[in-house]
């Protein structure tokens, strides 16, 4: 597949890097030369310079006859009008990133699509719905639901507590039914588990389970459910905005915003939240504003450095739920490893959404998971497909990947062995990068 992407920015370089290992073919866009300069050295792209609202720089960039072009500019407008001209000098499919969300209303995004914009996307408004699920559910990480919540994947982190620490797969799945351990992150790698595996200490274990199992899963994983009722938000971003209106009334939420001009803008358009002008790493300042008896703290200032130690400082304060928005790639297994609860990043949000549109099978969700190299995804399989010859122990299925689950005429269901996926199944699927071109082969 032939993939434009406009913008050399964070998501659009995270994006080109992603897709460059599925030997698609990438091309990078954007005006600044240096930073092109810089990309070329480091991936396996095609860099071109010029303007993403050119018509001539589009054509000199490929876009006239590539299949996808995706325009993640920091600019809204710019981005919008890309997708416009590319579409009309031939681009396949469009994608363009934007920072509105009335866009996103059904009928808006129907507009968008008569101008020639396939898909929008808004990295912050996944970054504050992801925020928020995990407020929700306290006692997990990671969750994403299927099928509208016909099967959820989550992931756990074991602690000395844990009933099910140093048991095997195999013994664990004959004990408990309705669930599958799909992988297991453990010292900075990710691993698809095979029965004889033993769950460790540390270990970050993600299941794929019917929502009537969930609650036994955590009782033996060790974790206790507990109510979050005050939320203290460092920052005044627009994530952190999105996150404060999504929780609406139900919750206490307090602002910490260190730029004034900013902190009453915020009080302006968030009627549900305490905004306090101030610095959010003064430790007095904190405590004034009552951190100790806060039950979730979130840090989304922008800098990922600030929001861990932030999170590390409120977890010894005694916050049960710290969720840190860590934008640096590179610091993501840290801040898992020091015990910071959930872990957001834009880029891997925005990959997820974008990474289905370049899928050869039909595909459903994509979901990157932050402390793992591995993704799951919601595959549809297609009439007379691969997966759908044999059972699943006889399919030659790729090692790196592990059916979790599948759902059939409304219904969630495990899957096992002795599984058989039939044609219009969705079919949950978690797998390392290096596998991703072999599975669109068995669901094609």
């Known amino acids: 597949m032939k993939i434009v992407i406009a913008g050399a920015g ?8 992603m897709l460059s290992k599925d030997e698609h073919d990438i091309i990078l866009f954007d005006e600044a030369q240096d930073k092109l300069d810089d990309i070329s050295a480091a991936l396996d792209v095609l860099t071109v310079s010029g303007g993403a609202i050119s018509i001539s720089d589009l054509k000199q960039a490929g876009v006239n006859n590539c299949d996808l072009f995706i325009a993640v500019t920091p600019f809204e407008d710019r981005n919008i009008v890309a997708c416009q001209l590319a579409k009309h000098i031939g681009a396949k499919k469009t994608i363009a990133r934007i920072d509105n969300q009335e866009f996103l209303f059904t009928q808006n995004r129907d507009y968008f699509k008569s101008l020639g914009i396939d898909e929008l996307i808004y990295p912050e408004h996944l970054a504050a719905k992801e925020i928020v699920t995990n407020i929700k559910q306290t006692s997990m990480r990671q969750i994403f639901e299927f099928s509208g919540g016909k099967l959820v994947l989550f992931a756990v982190k074991i602690r000395e507590n844990a009933a099910i620490l140093g048991i095997s797969l195999k013994d664990l799945h004959s004990d408990m039914v309705d669930f599958v351990i799909v992988a297991i992150a453990r ?3 990710t691993l698809v588990p095979h029965g004889g595996d033993i769950i460790k200490v540390d270990d970050l274990v993600f299941f794929v389970a019917k929502p009537t199992s969930v609650e036994l899963i955590l009782q033996k994983a060790g974790k206790e459910k507990f109510v979050i ?3 203290m938000i460092l920052g005044g971003s627009r994530i952190a905005m999105k996150t404060a209106l999504r929780l609406g009334d139900g919750f206490n939420v307090k602002i910490i915003e260190q730029n004034k001009e900013r902190a009453i803008k915020f009080t302006s358009k968030v009627s549900n939240a305490l905004v306090i002008h101030g610095d959010g790493r003064d430790l007095e300042l904190l ?8 039950d979730a703290f979130i840090a989304v200032t922008g800098n990922s450095e600030t929001n861990i130690l932030s999170c590390q400082l409120a977890k010894k304060m005694g916050v049960k ?4 928005e860590v934008e640096n790639i590179d610091y993501i297994d840290f801040a898992e490893k020091i015990g910071i609860g959930g872990v957001i990043n834009k880029k891997l949000l925005a990959a997820s959404y974008i990474y289905r549109y370049t899928m050869n099978a039909e595909v459903s ?4 998971l932050t402390a793992t190299d591995a993704e799951a995804l919601e595959f549809t399989a297609r009439e007379g497909s691969k997966v759908t010859k044999s059972i699943i122990s006889k399919l030659d299925f790729p090692k790196e990947a592990t059916i979790g689950g599948f759902i059939r005429n409304d219904q969630g269901y495990i899957a096992s062995g002795n599984s058989q996926i039939n ?6 699927v978690f797998t390392r990068p290096d596998a991703l071109k072999k599975l669109s082969k068995f669901f094609n």
């Open 287 to 294: 405590r004034s504003e009552g951190i100790e008896q806060m």
């Open 365 to 368: 969700h994509v979901k990157c």
């Open 10 to 17: 964070e998501v659009g370089t995270h994006l080109a890097k």
């Open 187 to 189: 010292d900075s790698e």
């Open 423 to 428: 044609a219009g199944d969705k079919v949950v």
């Open 229 to 231: 009722k005050n939320v």
């Open 321 to 324: 739920r710290t969720i840190a």
